[in-house]
């Protein structure tokens, strides 16, 4: 009888202990992976919830392990202020972005190189809730290539300027020619015919839109009056 109720009374222990941690634990969430490119920045975003109230004992501290592997370093530390890592790797190139308030430990990393590349791990303590999951970041970094993204807008401008500017150019070509052979027929005194008018081949293609743009175009620029003789 008394070994059943002291294993009750264990098994009660263990329950209360076991709810305590929970009521005291934190939640801490980060990206899993994050691509971002050499001599370029990037934000390790790292959000955390607390039930106990924030107050200046509350510490973030942040950790990275090489992607070749090794031991994990503390890169970053936060306790009212920001104490970024002053040798190593990432000396002067850590910035604090969070604020704790809001529950946001985030921090940014200038100047990128691949050497960045591992795993970064946020640590957020608030006593006394200091239990919590250990969340990783996979960092991958990477030289930007040439890249030309067509947007919609981009898109929508080709469609509408190129054509345009297209009929505008044979316009001009069109003219000018025009002017050159009016002019040699004033110094000639020749007068084109009807007959030789009607005749003209057609060079414009009328099967494309482009093509029947352009003709009408050009349609418009033929029936100027010829001057009189």
């Known amino acids: 009888m008394r070994a059943w109720a002291a294993g ?18 934190l939640e801490i969430k980060v990206d899993p992976e994050v ?12 959000s955390f919830r607390s039930v106990s109230p924030i107050t200046q004992k509350l510490t973030v501290d942040w950790s990275y392990q090489p992607l070749t592997g090794g031991r994990m370093e503390t890169i970053f530390h936060y306790q009212s202020v920001a104490y970024p890592a002053v040798v190593g790797t990432f000396r002067d190139r850590i910035s604090w972005v969070g604020n704790v308030a809001q529950g946001d430990a985030s921090i940014a990393i200038q100047n990128l190189t691949m050497n960045d590349n591992g795993t970064f791990t946020c640590a957020v303590k608030n006593p006394p809730d200091v239990h919590h999951n250990i969340p990783q970041t996979k960092l991958t970094v990477t030289h930007r290539g040439f ?13 509408v300027f190129l054509p345009s500017a297209i009929v505008v150019i044979l316009l001009l070509v069109r003219m000018g020619r025009k002017f050159g052979v009016l002019k040699h027929r004033k110094k000639s005194g020749y007068k084109k015919s009807s007959i030789e008018v009607s005749d003209e081949p057609e060079r414009t293609e009328q099967g494309t839109c482009l093509g029947r743009m352009g003709t009408w175009c050009l349609q418009c620029v033929d029936t100027d009056e010829e001057e009189p003789y």
Not at 10 to 19: K, T, V
């Open 35 to 46: 691509q971002a490119f050499v001599d370029e920045q990037v934000t390790l975003k790292c």
């Open 147 to 159: 890249s030309f993204q067509l947007t919609s807008a981009v898109l929508l401008s080709i469609l």
């Open 8 to 25: 009750g009374l264990l098994r009660l222990g263990l329950l209360l202990l076991y709810g305590v941690c929970n009521a005291l634990s």
